[in-house]
T-cell receptor, first 112, second 114 residues
């Protein structure tokens, strides 16, 4: 069984401030972890993924995430928020073929 | 490059009417195909997935069905819509042979049942 918990359904940051979106996972097998971004009325777009190897994963648009096995976490960060980062972000865990579980999402608001 | 097309973008249907949503993928062969439904504050719910033509797995019992008549075509249907079928429906594909393949999503269909 696997699950994902995203802490905070809404996060607000000022433009230029650090973005931190939290994700904790539970998986009975070594997980594959993903972050997706969704803009209004659009599908989800892959930001980054962790499979194996380096625990710090860099993605598109300046985002990165760090896999911490001891904390079962995969938090998403960006050093400086931009207005265009306002969107909904989803963490997901895959424990094998076809078995992808999504978190409930975090809406990021960027305040000018 | 691979692309995924989903239509229509929006749909308003009365209760009891039929439904057909279509999804096609280009630029890849034999993909895994998925239908998800997204409700506000509830994340994404996997409805169906398919690993090949005519092979459909249902994740939740419901008023909907899916079919895969061709390798890169995935259809979501209902004979009689319910109010609870309203939502944002997303089609996605992934590489069938890669356990860590991410999902690639279409732009979704917003269905409102009135």
């Amino acid at each position: 069984a696997q699950s994902v918990t995203q802490l905070g359904s809404h996060v607000s940051v000022s433009e230029g401030a650090l973005v931190l979106l939290r994700c904790n996972y539970s998986s009975s097998v070594p997980p594959y972890l993903f972050w997706y971004v969704q803009y209004p009325n659009q599908g989800l777009q892959l930001l980054l993924k962790y499979t194996t190897g380096a625990t710090l994963v860099k993605g598109i648009n300046g985002f990165e995430a760090e896999f911490k096995k001891s904390e079962t976490s995969f938090h998403l960060t960006k050093p400086s928020a931009h207005m265009s980062d306002a969107a909904e972000y989803f963490c997901a865990v895959s424990g094998g073929y076809q078995k992808v579980t999504f978190g409930t999402g975090t809406k990021l608001q960027v305040i000018p | 490059s691979q692309t995924i097309h989903q239509w229509p973008a929006t749909l308003v249907q009365p209760v009891g009417s039929p439904l057909s949503l279509e999804c096609t993928v280009e630029g890849t062969s034999n993909p895994n195909l998925y239908w998800y439904r997204q409700a506000a504050g509830r994340g994404l719910q996997l409805l169906f997935y398919s690993v090949g033509i005519g092979q459909i797995s249902s994740e939740v019992p419901q008023n909907l069905s899916a079919s895969r008549p061709q390798d890169r075509q995935f259809i979501l249907s209902s004979k009689k819509l319910l109010l609870s079928d309203s939502g944002f429906y997303l089609c996605a594909w992934s590489v069938i042979s890669a356990e860590n393949s991410p999902l690639h999503f279409g732009n979704g269909t917003r269905l409102t049942v009135t």
